[in-house]
């Protein structure tokens, strides 16, 4: 799998010894080489210990977690391990799938250190992947065998025509000389393949652009919505990036860079490096676009992150240039590793992290929102996240029922290394209870036989219910939804209230309360979001929708009669806001009677400006919304 660090190369001597030897490897991150000699080294009765502990960790740094495991055994059946091996060990025996052996060996460093935040963290991440694999999703993954091979494929992104899909991959060392030395494979390039209708993959072909022909690894990619810019991450080429390491020798750490190639009408390629590359102090890569393509989302470990590395963002600008990076802050980001990041047509971001409680090292997560305001991330459980490393999550295809799409993981069972699977995802019709209660306002008392309506965000109707006992009622509801509820009853004012169901896991509940206040004779009730234009009279439309509820209430309560009043702010004459508040008043009445209420059931009244709500009298000066305040239409209970 692609690391945001790639370090490639080295300067030093070699020495006679084979320790030297694996230990000059290991310092230039070259952990094959390391690992096949320490292999040679540990392969006696009684070990060096560090060259155990060094080993284990070339095993884990190159993902084979069955043999770090191997390694970390021995280390802690020595008396004289450090308790930090116990740690280590139960990080791998988690990657294993042994949550109950990583729970141990946690509790057994925690009581050893008297350090609990890491082991609790572990332990709290192995009760949950033991609880998700319980309950599945409705996910359905398969392996794309006619893509994936003993070596590594991920991140396989679907371009926009639908039809042609881009992955990164390990090509064939007979075909590639040049060898990463971390993990002892050749560099990552970009592949391209067609999808087939089911979303599974054809046979691949190293893509012909111009970004497969850099020096080191190249990918992943994210492609702009008319399929004309690339956005490719690559490792550095230059020079650049010495870093002194132990013995005061140079190694060369190589950080990621972004580059945008974008196809002329010619056949020919421009390449232009991202604006806020820095390769001389971070790496940035990892490139997702909105769907619109005006946000860019990326990932860096650039200075003002949360931890390792973070997501972050930039804002296209009118000139087509990209805006400064902001953080997607710390909803999203941990202290841990952010990496992978993609954003479905419904702006929701998809992204892997370590930093998080989950299954294995990498799990995938997702969040609702956008640039930097974002719904908490939550674990898309078992079986998209697995004990291994679950990354590079993204949806190609979208529908009311259900979603299609691609996940990249090195799970046990696969091909090879790093394999890319297919999934469908069957979106479960209700998942969250949305409860509630309708009260009387005054009396606190329940209300039975009330008519509940609930509508979406686009005040669309769901569904249409009565209260039963204790004035409870209860609909299934969608997750990643707002909804709005009303209710209503003869002889009471209706009341609306609004709630969402973002962020809420599935089985779970949300409450609300609905408070009714009764049309008690000498009760007044203001209605909101009346506006006129200046100095007229005449219903607005907007005006009309809010006169239209109270003219259902009319027919509700056929034997309610009312006074509708208006009245105006302070400014102007007293007599022009008398005249002006009573020709509203009165139009406000005829409005209703055009729609059938009978005139002997109101009074129009303007009061003018003599009932302000507040100080802002002749003369004293506030603001328009404190003004606004005093501007408005209420209607009095004289009869029921």
């Not at 021995?74 to 740690?87: H, K, M, Q, W």
């Not at 295809?397 to 394999?419: C, P």
Request: glycine share 8%.
């Amino acid at each position: 799998m692609l690391l945001l660090c790639s370090n490639i190369g080295a300067f030093g001597q070699e020495t006679p010894s084979l320790r030297d030897r694996a230990n000059q490897f290991y310092k230039e991150f070259q952990y094959a080489k390391a690992a096949a000699i320490y292999e040679k080294l540990v392969d006696v009765n009684k070990p060096k210990q560090a060259d155990l502990e060094n080993l284990a960790d070339c095993y884990q740094k190159m993902n084979n977690y069955q043999m770090a495991e191997q390694c970390y055994a021995r280390i802690v059946a020595d008396s004289t391990s450090g308790p930090e091996n116990l740690l280590r060990y139960a990080m791998v025996l988690k990657s294993n799938a042994k949550y109950a052996e990583a729970k141990q060996s946690a509790e057994q460093y925690a009581a050893k250190t008297g350090s609990q935040d890491s082991a609790r963290s572990l332990i709290q991440s192995c009760d949950s992947a033991l609880l998700w694999m319980q309950h599945a999703t409705t996910h359905v993954l398969r392996n794309e065998s006619a893509v994936n091979t003993a070596l590594s494929e991920f991140a396989a992104y679907a371009a926009s025509d639908g039809s042609h899909v881009f992955y990164v991959g390990e090509p064939d060392a007979v075909m590639f000389k040049n060898v990463y030395g971390w993990t002892g494979n050749p560099f990552l390039r970009i592949y391209n393949t067609r999808r087939n209708s089911d979303n599974s993959l054809q046979q691949s072909n190293l893509s012909d652009a111009p970004f497969n022909n850099e020096a080191y690894h190249v990918g992943p990619v994210a492609i702009n919505p008319e399929g004309t810019s690339f956005y490719v991450t690559r490792t550095y080429s230059g020079k650049l990036n010495e870093k002194v390491k132990d013995d005061k020798k140079n190694y060369r750490m190589k950080n990621l860079e972004l580059y945008i190639y974008t196809k002329n009408g010619d056949g020919t390629w421009t390449n232009t490096p991202f604006p806020y590359n820095k390769v001389e102090e971070y790496s940035v890569g990892h490139a997702a676009l909105s769907s619109d393509g005006e946000i860019l989302y990326f990932v860096s470990d650039m200075p003002g992150g949360q931890g390792g590395t973070d997501i972050w963002y930039c804002e296209r600008q009118p000139d087509g240039s990209w805006g400064s990076p902001q953080n997607a802050g710390p909803v999203v980001n941990s202290k841990g590793d952010e990496m992978f990041p993609s954003i479905a047509k419904d702006g929701t971001l998809y992204f892997s992290s370590n930093g998080w409680p989950g299954m294995g090292n990498l799990d995938v997560f997702s969040a609702k929102g956008a640039k930097g305001q974002w719904s908490n991330a939550i674990n898309m459980h078992y079986p998209v996240n697995s004990p291994g490393d679950d990354f590079a999550y993204i949806v190609n295809q979208s529908t009311n029922t259900g979603e299609m799409g691609y996940l990249s993981s090195n799970r046990q069972g696969g091909v090879g290394s790093d394999d890319i699977y297919s999934f469908t995802y069957q979106k479960p019709k209700y998942t969250v209870l949305l409860v509630g209660n309708v009260y009387d306002k005054d009396t606190n008392e329940s209300i039975k036989g009330a008519n509940i309506t609930l509508s979406d965000a686009t005040k669309t109707l769901v569904e249409k219910q009565q209260s039963g006992e204790n004035g409870a009622f209860l609909f299934e509801v969608d997750p990643e939804k707002s909804y709005s509820i009303l209710g209503e009853k003869i002889g009471f004012y209706p009341n609306t209230v609004n709630t969402t169901t973002n962020g809420i896991s599935p089985g779970d509940t949300v409450k609300v309360a609905l408070y009714l206040d009764s049309l008690k004779k000498g009760k007044t009730f203001r209605l909101d979001n009346i506006y006129y234009d200046f100095n007229k009279y005449n219903i607005r439309p907007d005006a009309a929708v809010i006169l239209d509820g109270l003219v259902k209430i009319m027919q509700d309560n056929p034997t309610l009669k009312i006074e509708l009043s208006s009245h105006t702010d302070s400014r102007g004459s007293d007599q022009y806001n008398q005249t002006l508040s009573q020709k509203r008043a009165q139009a406000a009445v005829d409005y209703l009677v055009s729609k059938g209420i009978t005139r002997d059931r109101m009074i129009a009244k303007g009061y003018g400006e003599s009932r302000l709500l507040n100080r802002c009298a002749n003369g004293v000066k506030c603001s328009e919304a404190d003004h606004q305040l005093n501007r408005r239409t209420e209607f009095t209970v004289l009869e029921r």
